[in-house]
């Protein structure tokens, strides 16, 4: 059984850093990519950043600069580093596997129930 558990939200001042970390069990991280989205209220889900089973890496525009995707794989666990938070930064952060091929791209299949990030003074 798959399970991804993010762990690391909260309310931060604008300005603030935070780390969010996600917990995998049932899958490998270290095999497949690895991705955070985030929801904000109101607005469609979108790609945070991503990181491959070789370890490249990409981001959303927005947060290009800010935030730093890692994983540990002894740990089996996925990292969010983010800096130089903004209110707009507010939103429910959920990690994610790729593993579901489409197209010639692989897309997420499996998700985590998301964590909180509130960015206000």
């Known amino acids: 059984q798959v399970q991804l558990v993010e762990s690391g939200g909260g309310l931060v001042q604008p300005g603030g850093s935070l780390r969010l970390s996600c917990a995998a069990s049932?899958?490998?991280?270290?095999?497949?990519?690895m991705g955070w989205y985030r929801q904000a209220p109101g607005k469609q889900r979108e790609l945070v950043a991503r990181?491959?089973?070789?370890?490249?890496?990409d981001y959303g525009d927005s947060v290009k600069g800010r935030f730093t995707i890692s994983r540990d794989n002894g740990k089996n666990t996925v990292y969010l580093q983010m800096s130089g938070l903004i209110p707009e930064d507010t939103a429910v952060y959920y990690c994610?596997?790729?593993?579901?091929?489409?197209?010639?791209?692989?897309?997420?299949?499996?998700w985590g129930q998301g964590t909180q990030v509130t960015v206000s003074s």
């Open positions: 990181i491959s089973s070789g370890g490249s890496t």
């Open positions: 049932g899958i490998t991280v270290s095999i497949f990519t």
């Open positions: 994610n596997r790729q593993g579901r091929y489409s197209g010639g791209g692989y897309y997420p299949d499996y």
